[in-house]
């Protein structure tokens, strides 16, 4: 890697061979995290689009077109100015390592790890949250939205499901266990799956104690219902309360939204809402 090892700037630089997690060796989140070849100015394609993106979400907002640019070689270089890097205004190895930070710490090992699998949902779900996952470069479109849908973005990419299943995969590889649900992108799969596992909790039977709200672990899903047999947005829940929920979930917004732009944290009741008890 260019630059010396030696400084402290460099030695703390998160890389995936320095983590050595397992979710690396899948391709969707290797294409995320790595570089091919320095990119500069004059260069095209799908790699120069996802280096305005991660611009972007470090507050370099650039045009993103895929087109490397005059703009976004000054993007870039303010960028390295402000990690004290060379200021060449050519992406290299570690000039991309540096933008890809926020993702690399959200697949770091954690510092304390839970003992049980619904510690680690939560623990995984705060992980990522106080990276504050975006989106960018339009509806459902951007790094973090591809990590949590396996590589896809756009429009029709909804990913408040691929969130919720991530956080559950990447807590399942970390016991060796296998995922409780299926991967998918579709909230209504997700109900249709834990039906079929006899893990869906209807709102009427929570409400009449089965099972008992003090009962349901952390690390649980909540489904937003529209009307019978049709949900809309999920997320985890990380404290269940007589009469709210705390909340982590992705695609929704300050308002609750189901198609907003970032993973957050909410207070929501429980009105409309059916739940996967995962334990």
Known sequence: MPGSASTPQTASLLTPDRLKAEWFKRRWIK????????????????????IQEWLGLHGQQVVIDGDFGPATEQAVRQFQAAHRLPETGIVNEETFLWLVQPLLRALSPLQVVPRNYNGLIVAYARQHLTEHPLE?????????????????????????????????????????????????????????????????????????????????????????????GDWVHTGIVTEFQDDHLQTIEGNTNDDGAREGYEVCQRIRGYQKKDFIRIS
């Not at 570089?35 to 689009?49: F, I």
């Not at 691929?162 to 649900?181: E, N, R, S």
């Open 31 to 50: 294409r995320e995290v790595t570089l091919d070849r320095p990119y500069q100015r004059g260069n095209r394609g799908k790699k120069v689009r996802q």
């Open 136 to 228: 960018i470069g339009g509806q459902n479109r951007g790094p973090w939205v591809r990590l949590y849908t396996r590589g896809m973005d756009g429009r029709e990419y909804a990913w408040c499901a691929g969130f919720v299943c991530f956080i559950l995969w990447q807590a399942a590889l970390t016991m060796d266990i296998p995922i409780p649900v299926k991967y998918t992108l579709s909230v209504d799969l997700l109900a249709a799956d834990a039906k079929e596992k006899g893990i869906f909790i209807s709102e009427k039977n929570l409400k009449q104690g089965n099972p008992p709200k003090s009962e349901m672990p952390a690390g649980s899903l909540f489904l937003n219902r529209r009307i019978p």
